[in-house]
């Protein structure tokens, strides 16, 4: 069967798609910039790109009209303060390209909304949910509540919570009963109901096998990690207070935070279990052992996806490939060349493994207080870390950069800021070869916008001249051994 797959660079779509493949099903992903989905040699001959914007319905007019079914995985949480009109917009863009196809069939990821009084997010999903329900093709929408997997913003805002503060001051809203599901499930779901005529039509709530207040999960979540943690609920902090305290303390960005909180307000547990009747799952895993899982996958680097790569919210939003062309005019730049003679390989392995846990070689604590400047102004800070410690790939969140190339044979990195910044800023990586000796090529470019642009390159002027230097001699002289001294010394 030929199966649309909207959102296939997601965070679930990038899960899903090799379950499909895998059923030996032809599938064809919508995706804004193709430029940005990585695709497994081992599947490539299985799929077709389809590239389209869900908001510009013009694009959607070439659609392959052959498709059996689609699935409708895209959200528009995050993004601004729009994100309601703008998933109305993409829904009805979508029902009308569908209606031109010979699709039988749509499955829609929705959230638990069950309450009568629903937060923005939660309306904004029911919104999305009536739409896909009234229009002519058979719909099935699952829906979930908190998704515990690798890389899912859930788990990610947990864990910065459980392993930043041994002790929380938290609002009420921490007392709230949620009923969170793995992953797995959730895939299991996804397929499971894939042409199902038994389905159509049908709204189900999908859950994990525990039912939980948020604090419950904080909790358990330090269990499985080993962590003794102590949290305090008071009532005196108000949603706002609330969202830039999530914002401050994780790495998600005010826009979701100010939604996860709305939302939070709103118990989210299975009522509709009428799903059994159509997708018999073997285990429904435990909130528990979908943590420990989750954690076995981080520790064998084997994270697929996460929701930090996505372009929601981002400054750049889905013109990321038009920054790869870095400005020769009009610019500030500092360039480093430092020749070397390590091993190629290893400079380039260095190169690769900037930032996130590794950090920035060197004084990783003016890193820090730019991140936390940027975070006083709305910007996404430091916190955002990276989806893999050692793979990097165009489109990937590095920290407040967004990969825009990287090219591991041709040993290029060039990374785009999104920092909040009165202009534009790029950091290149090459290593090159000149009369058979190797260089490190570092350049950092600042193209202002304004007079308020040239007054913070000046006024952060004085910090390049030892930091950026320093910053190339630690990467073609850092060796794995070091960062093993360095974790023992902060352990002493």
Known sequence: MKILLTGANGYIGMRLLPVLISNEHEVVCLVRDKRRIKIDK?????????????LKEETLRNMPEDIDAAYYLVHSMGSSSKFEALEITAANNFVHALQRTKCKHVV???????DQHLSKHLQSR??????????QIPTTVLRAAIIIGSGSASFEIIRDLVEKLPVMVAPKWLRTRCQPIALRNVLQYLDGVLLKEAAYNKVYDIGGPDILTYKEMLLRFAQVRGLRRHIITVPVLSPHISSLWLYFITNTSFFLAK???DSMKNEVVVQHRSIADVVQIEELISYKEAVARAFQRIGQNEVVSSWKDSLNGTRI????????????????????????SKPREQVIENIWSIGGKRGWYYLGFLWEVRGFLDKLVGGVGLRRGRRSENELL???ALDFWRVLVADKAEGRLLLFAEMKLPGEAWLEFKVISE?????????????????????????????????????????????????KIEKQQEIA
């Open 394 to 396: 165009a489109g990937d």
């Open 126 to 135: 029911k919104n999305v949910e009536a739409i896909l329900l009234k229009s």
């Open 435 to 483: 009369n058979e000796q190797c260089y490190l090529l570092q350049t950092a470019t600042y193209r202002p916008h304004g007079l308020a642009g040239r007054l913070y390159w000046w006024s952060v002027f004085p910090f390049h001249g030892f930091i950026f230097p320093g910053m190339a001699k630690r990467i073609i002289c850092f060796e794995e051994k070091e960062q």
């Open 317 to 340: 939003g889905i013109d990321l490939f038009e920054h790869i062309k870095v400005p020769e005019y009009g610019i500030y730049d500092d360039v480093r060349k430092m020749a070397f």
């Open 259 to 261: 939604s996860l909180v």
């Open 42 to 54: 081992a599947i490539e001959n299985s799929l077709e790109i389809f590239e389209a914007d869900l």
């Open 108 to 114: 829609y990821l929705s959230g638990i909304v069950n």
